[in-house]
């Protein structure tokens, strides 16, 4: 079974509880964590790739728990602050979602046309273009 | 009959608010309406600018004395070793100095995520840097070790001096070979698949001043969101004016300057730490020269446009690593900013690594500031060396 990617956010008070534990234990889940940011007394979120027979009832777990739980839908963005309008990612681009409007040499994202390969993450010289999980 | 104006008159019209200024934009569509002789005696000042990574750039600090006294011997800012091999409490960060563990290109290609010129942006913005030194301890300086946060604000002076800054063009640089390549001009994709360039074409200041007529030593200049100066000729300034086969002039190339101003008054927008991946950390410094109209020979090179300007073609995979000194033909600003040039007969991609719309906004920021008054005309205190000087670069051997 291929594994299932998931982003986990839960509240200050979920994040004090074993609920990573109880996946494996109670669900037989395997679970690989992607991305942690989780503090104490703060406000979470975790994503995970989860595989097991026990998936859908593990799910069902982390919800009754109040842990809201969605699918991964990877996306990028453009830092507007961070980004100078250089142009280096323009080349780079393997789709055109990110393009030198001629007259005014200004760069633009159109994310319609971003396929998330994340080339533009690395060749960013000001590191503008951020992974949004 | 031919203009001449000096720089005592220009400097009076601006005080009195009648200089007219423009940019190099304005005065390319100025003379393209009026015609050159009429926009060189209507003009006073031009204005340029270019917003661009400058490896060669980095700051002095002195950061004041503590109690005890401590003679610094090692430094570091964030994590980044600064040069203190100078007086006690003196030291130099300079723009591609890394943290001494970061993994460089062991894990390659590298991210050089931080950098010296990153302190330095942040420096500017007034953001707390941590501060460590040690020292081995003098009976005048006994104090062996400091670590503690300091400010811009908090430090004696910071004098951002860079030794080369501003070159007056640049390769356009592609790959033959069949591997991606990390370089200096961005992430090379293999075989011709895209082409990366490295200036602002007409608005960049050395390119509007081929001979160096009027831009030299003490000359006012925006630098990095303040007032700063050109100090000297910078590093590598070998100044010259290439021709094609024709004898037609290619636009100039190999000048550069050394600039030097008080990071005190700049602004972090303008002085961006910068991340080569595979390469190395930088800073991307936000530089504008304004250009006094004295005739029409100075308004003529002033007004050259993109498609008078060319830069050749280098290939980053073998000939400028080796040294080499083929390149693959010239290709003009204009071909360049079009997104598509032809190489070898393939069409290939191009963009910037160097941002346009910041070079306007900087021209027009300095257009700003002489139109106020609040800015004059400095006439250099001693001009630079131009292509008639014909400097000619070194090898190292070994
Ligand atoms: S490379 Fe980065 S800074 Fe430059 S235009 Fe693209 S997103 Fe903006
Ligand atoms: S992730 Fe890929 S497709 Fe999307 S903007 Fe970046 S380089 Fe273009």
């Given at each position: ?11 200050a008070?979920i ?6 534990y109880?996946?494996?234990k109670d669900?037989?889940?395997?679970i690989?964590?992607?991305?942690a ?9 975790m ?7 026990q ?14 739980v ?5 996306g990028?963005?453009?830092n507007e ?5 250089c142009?280096a ?15 005014s040499?200004?760069v633009?994202f ?6 998330v390969?994340?080339?533009c993450v690395?060749?960013?010289?000001m590191?503008a273009?951020?992974?949004q999980? | 009959?031919?203009?001449?104006k000096?720089?005592?008159?220009i ?7 009648k ?7 304005e ?9 050159l002789?009429q926009?060189?005696?209507?003009v ?5 600018g ?5 490896c ?7 950061f004041g004395h503590?109690?005890?006294r ?8 964030n994590n980044?070793p600064?040069?203190?091999?100078i ?7 300079g723009?591609?100095e890394?943290?001494?563990?970061d ?5 390659y290609?590298?991210?050089f995520r931080y950098?010296?010129?990153?302190v330095?942006?942040?420096?500017a913005?007034?953001k ?9 301890g ?9 670590e503690?946060?300091?400010?811009l604000?908090?430090?004696n ?15 356009c640089?592609?790959n033959l070979s069949?591997?991606t390549?990390?370089t200096y001009m ?5 075989n011709?698949?895209?082409a990366?360039?490295?200036s ?10 081929p001979?160096?007529?009027?831009i ?5 200049i925006f ?6 100066y050109v ?7 070998f100044?010259?004016v ?5 004898g037609?002039?290619?636009g100039?190339?190999?000048g ?19 991340s080569?991946?595979?390469y190395?950390a ?8 304004p250009?006094p109209?004295?005739?029409?020979e100075?308004?003529r090179y002033a ?8 830069a050749?073609?280098v290939d980053?995979?073998?000939a400028y690593p080796?040294?080499?000194s083929?390149?693959l ?6 071909e360049?900013?079009?997104?598509k ?10 963009a ?6 910041r070079?306007?906004k900087?021209?027009?920021i ?7 008054g609040?800015?004059l005309?400095?006439e250099?205190?001693?001009l630079?060396?131009s ?7 070194r090898?190292?051997?070994?």
């Open positions: 079974m291929a594994p299932e990617r998931i982003v986990l956010r839960f509240s008070d994040s004090e509880k074993p609920i990573i109880r996946l494996v669900y037989d889940l395997v690989n964590i992607l991305k940011n989780v503090n104490p007394q703060k406000e979470g979120t994503v995970l790739e989860l595989t097991g027979a998936y859908n009832q593990g799910l069902e777990y982390l919800r009754q728990e109040g842990v809201a969605q699918p991964l839908i990877e990028i963005a453009r602050s961070r980004c100078t309008m142009g990612c323009t080349a780079i681009c393997p789709t055109g979602a990110l393009f030198i409007e001629r007259q040499m200004e633009f159109n994310e319609d046309k971003c396929i390969c994340q080339l690395k060749a960013c010289p590191w273009m951020e992974v999980f | 009959m031919n203009t001449q000096t720089y005592a008159e400097n009076e019209r601006i005080k009195t608010g200089a007219v200024v423009l940019t190099v934009e005065l390319i569509v100025l003379v393209e309406q009026k015609g002789t926009a060189a005696r209507e006073d000042v031009v204005t340029t270019t917003f661009s990574p400058m060669s750039s980095g700051v002095f600090l002195s503590s109690a005890p401590i003679k610094m011997h090692r430094v570091w800012l980044i600064a040069y203190t091999g007086a006690a409490v003196d030291a130099y960060l723009a591609t890394v943290p001494e563990d993994p460089l290109n062991s894990n290609p590298g991210e950098g010296g010129g990153h330095i942006q942040e420096l913005g007034r707390p840097i941590r501060l460590k030194a040690t020292a081995y003098t009976d005048c300086y006994p104090r062996r070790e400091i503690t946060m300091i400010t604000d908090d430090i002076e910071a004098t951002l001096f860079n030794p080369r800054n501003a070159y007056q063009n640049y390769n640089a592609v069949s591997r390549i990390y961005g992430v090379l994709k293999p011709l698949a895209n990366h360039y490295c602002a074409g007409q608005l960049s200041p050395l390119l509007k001043d001979y160096f007529n009027t030299g030593v003490g000359t006012r630098l990095g969101g303040g007032i700063g100090a000297w000729h910078g590093t590598q300034h100044p010259s290439p021709k094609d086969e024709t037609r002039e290619l100039p190339a190999g550069t300057l050394s600039l030097i101003g008080d990071l005190k008054q700049m602004d972090p927008q303008w002085l961006r730490g910068t080569y991946p595979g190395g930088t800073l991307t410094v936000g530089t504008g020269i250009i109209i004295l005739n029409e100075i308004a007004a050259a446009k993109d498609k008078d300007l060319y050749p073609i980053y995979s073998e080796n040294r080499r083929d390149n033909g010239y290709v003009s600003y204009a360049l900013k079009s997104g040039i032809i190489v070898m007969g393939k069409e290939v991609s191009t910037p690594l160097s941002s346009y719309p070079a306007r900087i021209a027009e300095l257009k700003q500031w002489i139109q106020e609040k800015f005309i400095a250099p205190v001693q630079l060396p292509p008639e000087d014909k400097i000619k670069a090898v190292l051997n070994g």
